[in-house]
């Protein structure tokens, strides 16, 4: 395969517009409704096999009817659902994700059998056999900071594989201790509010340079519609997002993350990449869902023209 997605599996069940929460047993009219394959692992691998990668995913989904959905769902979208364990009596991770007019996407969450995913989940030989590894949501998937699993990170990136990581929560000592992974990946790429609550700094500058001096050669900070930051060792700069009609902001950094690694398998620099993640997220953010507007390589790299 040519790139594995280790982490994170949520079913998503997402409603548009909602500009409030009835009263009592009211019910409000919405224009969409739709259920997805999201979370840090699950939404990005759909993205990156849209844009023309070959993905194996791993981590943990429940034994129910939304473990059922996911695994249909993924692999409708051509993801390989063979390295993914089942948890016999524990909830598939679900969301349900009411839309705001403007985009914004609260969210009521249970994080399920994700919070079970241990280092012996994982499929090794399909690991060491990946160009790329990304990580997603090493947040909450605690007993994925295991020695053994940093071991194998090191031992397959000194063979040539390329690890991102990303980060789910908003919880601070969950993202502190996510930066264990540092030392073992490649590119880290959260969000503002995460890249400052997993540092305590106050500024986008002192973060991402405190995260860079964790050890990965990059760290790309996602602004939402600023943009993002990207830092590595020759210095930062700032790739501004492009103009798009935004329907649902869910999944902008998953397909970012997707774009960018996508990018970085063409061989193209780190500030391209990034412009290929930013890419992928302005036509994810036209639709609903995390996987809405985003079709392929050709029409996405198209936005950058």
Known sequence: MTVATVGVHIADILARPIDHIPEG????????????????????????????????????????????????????????????????????????LPIRPDGGRPSFHVPGANLSVTYADLDVSVL??????????????FGLGDPAFFALLDEVRAAGTIVTMDVLSEMADLLGMARAFLPHVDYVLPNESQALLMTGATDLETAAATLLADGPRGVLITLGEEGSLVVTSAGSERVPALKTDVVDTTGCGDAYCAGFLTGLLHDQDVLTAA????????????????????????STLGMLT
């Open 25 to 96: 047993q009211d019910t409000v009219l919405v224009d969409q409704i739709r259920l997805t394959a999201a979370g840090t692992a699950a939404g990005t691998a759909v993205d990156l096999v849209k844009l023309g990668n070959d993905v194996v995913t791993m981590g943990a989904i429940g034994d129910d009817e939304l473990g059922d959905f996911l695994l249909m769902v993924l692999a409708k979208r051509g993801v390989d659902t063979s390295c993914l364990a089942r948890r016999e009596g524990e909830q598939t991770a679900a969301s349900i």
């Open 128 to 141: 060491r056999g990946a160009r790329a590894i990304h990580l997603g949501g090493m947040d909450v998937t």
């Open 275 to 298: 412009r290929w993640g930013t890419a992928a997220a302005a036509r994810v953010a036209t639709g609903l869902g995390s996987d809405a507007g985003l079709t392929d390589l050709d």
